[in-house]
C-alpha cells in the first residue's frame, strides 16, 4: 500500500515539474505568466480532484471545527446547556479571540456562530472563494 501510494506522488509530482516547464518554456516565448496562485491551484491531487488549495482550506477548517468541537462539549458539560455563541465560549477561557477566525492567505474572516433551532451549536463561514452566502460555504454542527 505505501508503495502506490509513494507511485501516486511521485506520478503527480512529476506532472507538476513537467507542466512547470513547459509553463517556462511559453513565458519564455512571451506567453502568459501564471501567479504563484494559479500555479499552486493547478496542482491536483488527481485521486481526488481537489486542488493542494482546497486541501488547505479543508485542513484549516477541520482543525478550527475540532478546536470549537472541545470547547463546546466542556461548556456544555460545565453549564449543561450548548454556548449561544463563540464571544460565550470566549467569556468562559474556552477559545482566544484569534480562534474567532479563519484566515485564507493574508485575509482573516470572522467565523458566525449559533444555535439550530433544536438547540444545538453551530458554526460557519465562507469557503474558498471567500463570500459568504455561496455554494462552497462550510457549516458544522456540533
Do not use: C
Not at 512529476?14 to 506567453?31: F, I, M, N, P, S
Not at 463563540?86 to 480562534?99: A, K, N, P, V
Not at 482573516?108 to 474558498?128: A, C, N, V, W
Amino acid at each position: 500500500m505505501r508503495y502506490l501510494v509513494f507511485i501516486i506522488l511521485a506520478a503527480i509530482v512529476v506532472t507538476w515539474l513537467v507542466q512547470r516547464a513547459h509553463d517556462d518554456k511559453e513565458a519564455e516565448k512571451g506567453g502568459k505568466k501564471e501567479s504563484l496562485h494559479e500555479q499552486i491551484d493547478q496542482v491536483t491531487d488527481y485521486a481526488t480532484g481537489k486542488t493542494q488549495t482546497d486541501i488547505l482550506i479543508q485542513q484549516t477548517v477541520n482543525l478550527r471545527m475540532l478546536e470549537m468541537k472541545d470547547a463546546v462539549k466542556y461548556f456544555e458539560g460545565m453549564n449543561g446547556r450548548a454556548p449561544k455563541s463563540l464571544e460565550e465560549l470566549q467569556q468562559e477561557g474556552l477559545i482566544t479571540e484569534q480562534q474567532k477566525y479563519i484566515r485564507y492567505g493574508n485575509v482573516k474572516y470572522e467565523i458566525e456562530s449559533g444555535l439550530t433551532p433544536d438547540g444545538r451549536f453551530f458554526i460557519q463561514g465562507p469557503g474558498k472563494d471567500r463570500i459568504k452566502g455561496t455554494k462552497d460555504d462550510w457549516k458544522y454542527v456540533l
